[in-house]
């Protein structure tokens, strides 16, 4: 993953404990729940930001720009911030980083045929938002997101530099800004991987590998007949979970582990199978859960969706999880991107990023946003 891919906490949200919820009507379960979470979100977002007002925002006007000719408009309030840094254009005061946006704005149009600058809104390290095409246009930073998501770039600081604290504290200004004025949903997600790029690995050089983990399978560790209804695929999301029970270091006692996850998920919690489509153990080994086809019962509104990834163990105050089941993880998600499975612009976030929950804990969160 890159290392400028910046998380802003999106959901701001204080976890009470792990959430499951059931698998069905999954459609009706986002709309009922959606005010809700809004709501709840939203306020929890003006407690903790305590923020007031707008932030400062150069228009295109002001820092020079060409007459805006892209088309097509957004729908508010997007799901998605996607945010990105742009270097090479190194500058800390207004007059200099115009310029650049400037320079910018011609190689866009006139070198590789874009319409405008990429970006909805540019931040520069001299702490001032630029406004790219605006609240209202498409950007053209994402493919098959730029119609439902805010693209954000962060620009001006040195070449493997991150950006300032002052061009942070714009940005989380303007996030906090476009949701009070109803651009960006309250619950919006704030991609953690984009396209095929991994963070789930700690940075090393590359090995070849196989396209796909080798996959326990449900006859392996003697699953019981599942009742969860077909999962349409490719699926746009993946989320990291734990299952904050005890971690496993051998195959048969992982064995043992999904087995009675998967009896207390359906005899305690009434769900149609165990919850996950995977779970990784710290033996490197994936076990299949309800697998590619079926839906999972792991996150409210996202089970029809997403494919559910847990690892076995609770990583709130632990180590996170060990090499193996990190790279176990990364090449199963590389394998649902090659078999189909998984979009290839699937977005990859944690479970407390989408469920009011612990899930997948600290240590393990910090591992997939950096």
């Not at 009706?28 to 939203?42: H, I, K, M, P, Y």
């Not at 119609?147 to 040195?158: P, Q």
Request: aromatic residues 10%; hydrophobic residues 35%; negative net charge.
């Amino acid at each position: 993953m890159l290392p400028w891919l910046l998380l802003f906490s999106a959901l701001g949200l204080q976890a009470w404990g792990v959430s499951e919820r059931f698998s069905w009507s999954e459609t009706q379960a986002r709309e009922v729940s959606e005010q809700l979470l809004d709501l709840f979100v939203g306020v929890s977002q003006l407690i903790c930001k305590g923020r007031s007002g707008a932030p400062t925002i150069v228009s295109r006007k002001e820092w020079g720009a060409k007459s805006l000719t892209c088309s097509g408009q957004l729908t508010p309030p997007v799901p998605y911030i996607i945010t990105d840094q742009v270097m090479g254009m190194e500058c800390q005061e207004q007059n200099d980083c115009s310029q650049k946006l400037r320079d910018l704005q011609s190689r866009s149009v006139y070198t590789q045929g874009q319409c405008e600058v990429a970006y909805n809104f540019l931040v520069g390290d001299d702490g001032r938002v630029y406004e790219g095409v605006g609240w209202g246009v498409p950007g053209m930073h994402t493919q098959g997101y730029n119609n439902i998501s805010l693209g954000l770039a962060f620009f001006g600081s040195k070449i493997g530099s991150s950006p300032s604290p002052a061009a942070l504290s714009a940005a989380e200004d303007l996030i906090f800004y476009a949701i009070w004025k109803g651009h960006l949903s309250s619950r919006y997600i704030q991609p953690l991987l984009l396209k095929e790029e991994g963070c789930l690995s700690p940075k090393q050089p590359v090995m070849p590998r196989t396209a796909c983990p080798t996959i326990i399978m449900r006859s392996a560790w003697e699953a019981r007949e599942t009742h969860c209804p077909i999962m349409k695929l490719p699926a746009k999301y993946v989320i990291i979970i734990h299952t904050a029970g005890t971690p496993c270091n051998e195959s048969m006692d992982c064995q043992i582990r999904v087995r009675d996850t998967q009896s207390y998920h359906m005899d305690r919690l009434n769900f149609c199978d165990i919850g996950y489509h995977f779970l990784v153990g710290q033996d490197g080994g994936v076990y299949e859960g309800v697998g590619w086809h079926r839906q999972g019962s792991h996150t409210y509104g996202y089970n029809d969706i997403g494919l559910g990834i847990a690892f076995m163990g609770n990583f709130v105050e632990t180590p996170p999880p060990n090499a193996a089941a990190l790279e176990a993880a990364q090449t199963l998600i590389q394998c649902a991107v090659d078999k189909g499975y998984l979009t290839p612009n699937y977005l990859l976030v944690g479970h407390s990023d989408v469920s009011n929950t612990l899930s997948p804990g600290k240590a393990l969160y910090n591992i997939i946003s950096t």
